[in-house]
Antibody, heavy 120, light 107 residues
């Protein structure tokens, strides 16, 4: 059974960099796309971006200037960095695996989510 | 960017009733790229439907998806107590975008 676990600081100061890691267990990080998704308190979901195990990344244009997603296949991990954070970046951050069955993509495995609060 | 608008924002129904949730796109979406998720408080989203109409593994057959182009629908034929949750649609164009969600609450 594939499991994803987010880790990283729960509190980040304004203007600093938010850094999270997602550790994948029970399966290989290879041959899949891996995404970060966030959800501000009481609001809807927002896709941040994905990375392929080979290192190819794609970001949401609304965040592209501040986001970097990287992958470490040797550790079965991928990571998120979001720079210059503000209170608007306070959210539960999820990592998720994207599977494509017969060309139909979907997120089949999700982490439990981690709340990151931006505050001084 | 494709904007997904879900309606209604909140749907109040009783167990045993039929629920019909709408997801409308600002431009045409390939049916292959439309999915539905269920989310309960404090939990990660759970995949229900992918490819607009294919049920995910383990999802009861009371859940069904339909639609094409700009109009998609999630139907729950007979509501069970565990179905009361927030439902979101997601399109996998570039960039991926979610609808704002429909809260299905007990009447």
């Amino acid at each position: 059974q594939v499991q994803l676990q987010e880790s990283g600081p729960g509190l980040v100061k304004p203007s600093e960099t938010l850094s999270l890691t997602c550790t994948v267990s029970g399966g290989s990080i290879s041959s899949y796309y891996w995404s970060w998704i966030r959800q501000p308190p009481g609001k809807g979901l927002e896709w941040i971006g994905y990375i392929y195990y080979s290192g190819t990344a794609n970001y949401n244009p609304s965040l592209k200037s501040r986001v970097t997603i990287s992958v470490d296949t040797s550790k079965n991990q991928f990571s998120l960095k979001l720079t210059s954070v503000t209170a608007a970046d306070t959210a539960v951050y999820y990592c998720a695996r994207e599977t494509s069955l017969s060309g139909d993509p979907y997120f089949d495995y999700w982490g439990q989510g981690t709340l990151v609060t931006v505050s001084s | 960017e494709i904007v997904l608008t879900q309606s209604p924002g909140t749907l109040s129904l009783s167990p045993g009733e039929r629920a019909t949730l709408s997801c409308r796109a600002s431009q045409s979406v390939s049916s292959k790229y439309l999915a539905w998720y269920q989310q309960k408080p404090g939990q990660a989203p759970r995949l229900l439907i992918y490819g607009a109409s294919s049920r995910a593994t383990g999802i009861p057959d009371r859940f069904s998806g339909s639609g094409s182009g700009t109009d998609f629908t999630l139907t729950i034929s007979r509501l069970e107590p565990e179905d009361f949750a927030v439902y979101s649609c997601l399109q996998y164009g570039s960039p991926y975008t979610f609808g704002q969600g429909t809260k299905l609450e007990i009447k």
